[in-house]
């Protein structure tokens, strides 16, 4: 019998009746597949939405950076209230949000209304994918959790590369509007989901909702800061901006240290190969997602239409569809980590310049492919690495904050690939490709501990 961390840090046991891995990520599969369409399908009407805004390509990046924002800045705190209200009534809330937020941005007659629309989906969203993560982790073995997480990440690449097809074909039949609203599709997983899930918490852990806002004040500012070179920010709004950003992390680092076991507990933070680990997966996100918003836009410039542009975006699709698999077996037979997150950062960095100095319809879907294969390797390799660098106690919130730093470069790479465009997009993409070149450098240099070193924080039992 092989037992696991609940969400509370308790080691339930795993009899031969629970879930199998396959089940579980298919279920959990089909939940995030429409909240992984959330950013492919926008991307591809952006062109059309900018237009009917009346707004520049540059301001519309900000409907694919506020809802990885808000992905990542409901992580950490996600964690706690699994533990505090339970995964069932968690993953309720988060797809109630999620919902509720997709149909105010797809009815918005402003671009600030979308954007507020689709800030409170992405809060919803990373509701979901933290819940995703804490079934997985609570209800299956080490065997189990491999296969559900490649599962999970086949249907996620998938549905984030056909993602650009579905919203062509929306956008050039019922228009723009339509792809916004795909994501709320996930409520009609939301009852299987929860069949999956454990439904009691405990009431008496404690929510560190001030570390929880000083966290999301500290990334929005650092975004929109990103974003303020193509929005035509005044000067005075970015030192505001600047001096939100560093008041706000001396307040962070201030209340960690009074409040070492709050939403970051430091435990967790200065765990051996836990940063290193988020920022190499910060980066793999931030090259696949500013890929991602730019691609449709430098087709549309090749004068392609939507439905076409999402045709020829389509095979990275498969890259998702093979990566993931490929993924779990390389992890299974424990090859040397840092080597395979090195590779896919060179891989990621070399599809952005090749797609930033050759802009034409072959470079710029293999650069998206290549993209794709890093984005997938985050999703199977890190996340799997990251629960065993850290005690059973403090997964949950080792997966939020881990899940903060991956979402967190889902909103950084737009950011960065927006806030450059108004120069140009090479600019924009060269930009991209030296963050995800940054991650690869950090692999290297650092040697990401593999799952052979965690025997020092999980024994035999907790990291079976």
């Not at 089940?23 to 952006?46: D, E, F, H, W, Y």
């Not at 996620?156 to 039949?173: C, D, E, N, P, R």
């Not at 836990?274 to 793999?284: C, D, E, I, S, Y």
């Not at 310049?353 to 290549?370: D, E, K, N, Q, Y």
Request: glycine share 12%.
């Amino acid at each position: 019998m092989t037992s696991i961390p609940s969400a509370t840090g308790c080691e339930p046991n795993i009899s031969e009746a629970a879930p199998s891995g396959h089940r579980t990520g298919v279920v959990l599969g089909l939940l995030i597949a429409p909240v992984s369409v959330a950013i492919g399908a926008p991307s591809v009407a952006i062109p059309s939405m900018a237009t009917a805004l009346g707004v520049p390509f540059g301001s519309t990046e900000w409907i694919i950076s506020v809802w990885s924002l808000g992905s990542a800045a409901a992580m950490p705190l996600g964690g706690r209230v699994i533990q505090r209200w339970g995964l069932r009534r968690t993953l309720a809330l988060a797809v109630s949000l999620l919902s509720a937020g997709s149909l105010v941005a797809a009815t918005a007659p402003t671009l600030a209304l979308v954007v507020a629309g689709r800030f409170l989906g992405g809060v919803g969203a990373g509701g979901v994918v933290i819940c995703i993560y804490a079934c997985v982790d609570q209800t299956l073995d080490r065997r189990g959790r491999v296969q559900a997480l490649a599962l999970v990440a086949v249907f996620q690449t998938t549905a984030s590369s056909l993602g650009s097809l579905i919203g062509g074909v929306l956008t050039a039949s019922l228009g723009w509007r339509v792809p916004l609203a795909v994501p709320a599709l996930a409520i009609a997983m939301l009852l299987p989901a929860c069949r999956l899930a454990a439904g009691k918490g405990d009431r008496r852990q404690q929510l560190d909702v001030c570390g929880a806002t000083l966290l999301t004040i500290l990334a929005t500012a650092i975004i929109a800061l990103l974003h303020s070179p193509s929005a035509g920010v005044p000067t005075p709004v970015v030192a505001v901006c600047l001096a939100v950003a560093v008041i706000a992390s001396i307040a962070l680092a201030f209340h960690v240290r009074r409040h070492p076991r709050g939403m970051i507990p430091v435990s967790v933070v200065a765990a051996p190969g836990f940063l290193p680990a988020a920022v190499v997966g910060l980066t793999l996100f931030a090259g696949y997602y500013g890929l991602l918003s730019t691609a449709p836009e430098l087709l549309a410039r090749e004068h392609l239409s939507a439905v076409l542009t999402g045709v020829l975006l389509t095979p990275a699709a498969l890259c998702g569809v093979l990566t993931g698999p490929v993924l779990a077996a390389v992890w299974h037979r424990r090859q040397p980590l840092w080597q395979t997150t090195a590779l896919l950062g060179m891989l990621t960095t070399v599809g952005a310049l090749v797609t930033a100095w050759r802009p034409c319809p072959p470079t710029i879907i293999g650069g998206v492919a290549m993209a794709t294969i890093g984005f997938a390797a985050a999703q199977v390799i890190l996340v799997g690495h990251v629960r065993d660098l850290v005690a059973a106690a403090d997964r949950p919130a080792a997966a939020g904050l881990f899940n903060f730093m991956l979402y967190g470069g889902g909103s950084v790479g737009p950011a960065v690939a927006g806030g450059l465009s108004a120069a140009s997009l090479s600019a924009a993409l060269s930009a991209v490709a030296a963050v995800t070149f940054a991650g690869t450098a950090i692999s290297a240099l650092t040697g990401l501990r593999g799952r052979r070193d965690a025997g020092s924080v999980c024994g035999p039992e907790t990291c079976a």
